[in-house]
Nanobody, 123 residues
Framework: VQLVESGGGLVQAGGSLRLSCAAS????????IGWFRQAPGKEREGVSC????????YYADSVKGRFTISSDNAKNTVYLQMNSLKPEDTAVYYC?????????????????WGQGTQVTVSS
């Protein structure tokens, strides 16, 4: 099983980035895929999730209206479009997969994690 994130980088406040999570080794349509982030000295927090089977989505309040999660099931890839980025969005962003969407939303440790990608937003 692999979850490989890409698309992180350095961007100025107000800018945009698109993260990708390419999944392999499991039946993508059976899983919910989520994005989590961890800033230095802070606990990991859930950002957004999508249920690959029905497209249901979840967003943390801190990113609603700015981030959009989407899924390309043909490519086994989930994207996180991040607009209007703020310095407080700076963190390592991790992709995760779990069989149960509600558990992913609740922050219960998922079945699989990616290795993370750094997002840095300068002021």
């Amino acid at each position: 099983v692999q979850l490989v994130e890409s698309g992180g980088g350095l961007v100025q406040a107000g800018g945009s980035l698109r993260l990708s999570c390419a999944a392999s080794g499991f039946t993508f349509d059976d899983y919910a895929i989520g994005w989590f982030r961890q800033a230095p000295g802070k606990e990991r927090e859930g950002v957004s999730c999508i249920n690959s089977s029905d497209g249901s989505t979840y967003y943390a309040d801190s990113v609603k209206g700015r981030f959009t999660i989407s899924s390309d099931n043909a490519k086994n890839t989930v994207y996180l479009q991040m607009n209007s980025l703020k310095p407080e969005d700076t963190a390592v962003y991790y992709c995760a997969a779990d069989l149960v969407f509600d558990e992913l939303v609740a922050g219960i440790p998922p079945n699989y994690w990616g290795q993370g990608t750094q997002v840095t937003v300068s002021s």
